[in-house]
Structure formats: C-alpha cells, structure tokens
C-alpha cells in the first residue's frame, strides 16, 4: 500500500519562507517521480514542481526563483522550499507520486500523470 505523507504547512506572513515535505511508503521503485500541486477552494489543481529519482526537477514559472524542490539521496522523500511566501501562494499544497521510468529527461507536470496523491496540507500566507 502506497502512502505519502507530508508535513510542513501552516500560516506565516507574506515575505517568509516555510519548507514542506513528502514522504512516500510503500513498495521499492526503481524509477520515480514526486511533485507538488496546489490547489485553492473552487480551483483546478496547479502544479508547482516535481523532481524525478534522476535528479531531473522543474518548477512552475509562477514559483521559479522563490521555490526549490530537492530530494532525500537515500529514500523517497522529497523538500519543497518555499521563499517570498505572498498571500496568492495559500492553497492546500498535495504530493504525487509517479513510479514511471522515462528514457528522457522528462519531468510529468500534469496531475493525471501522478497516481498516488497525499491528503494535502495546508499553507496560509498571511498578515
């Protein structure tokens, strides 16, 4: 059974930083994925960034230069840090996971390519 589970949300103020994490239980794959999504009340859910197990990774261009995901070297545990916090980053935040292998260096970004979700987490930017 497939778990992830991910800590790390909460309120801050705007211009702060907070860093979430998402680890993923289960089997052993030999090739995966985990991203971040975020998703606001009456929203489609958005992706952020996603880092392969090759270390391929790409971020949203909403979320370049204040966002950086990164991943544990030894298990499936993956890091979205968060910078510059503005009140249009609230959202309840989610992990994915796909156990995909690519020959490429594609990286998925789109939400029907992850089958495994977390129950999510919320962050609040606000004063």
């Known amino acids: 059974q497939v778990q992830l589970i991910e800590v790390g949300g909460g309120l801050v103020q705007p211009g702060a930083s907070l860093t979430l994490s998402c680890t993923a239980s289960?089997?052993?794959?030999?090739?995966?994925?985990m991203g971040w999504f975020r998703q606001g009340r009456g929203k489609e859910r958005q992706f952020v960034a996603a880092?392969?197990?090759?270390?391929?990774?790409i971020h949203a261009d909403s979320v370049k230069g204040r966002f950086s995901i990164s991943r544990d070297k030894m298990k499936p545990t993956v890091y979205l840090q968060m910078s510059s916090l503005q009140p249009e980053d609230t959202d309840v935040y989610y992990c994915?996971?796909?156990?995909?292998?690519?020959?490429?260096?594609?990286?998925?970004?789109?939400?029907?390519?992850?089958?495994?979700w977390g129950q999510g987490t919320q962050v609040t930017v606000s004063s």
């Open positions: 289960g089997p052993t794959w030999s090739a995966w994925t």
């Open positions: 994915a996971l796909n156990t995909a292998a690519y020959v490429s260096t594609y990286v998925p970004a789109a939400a029907y390519e992850y089958s495994f």
């Open positions: 880092i392969r197990s090759t270390d391929n990774r």
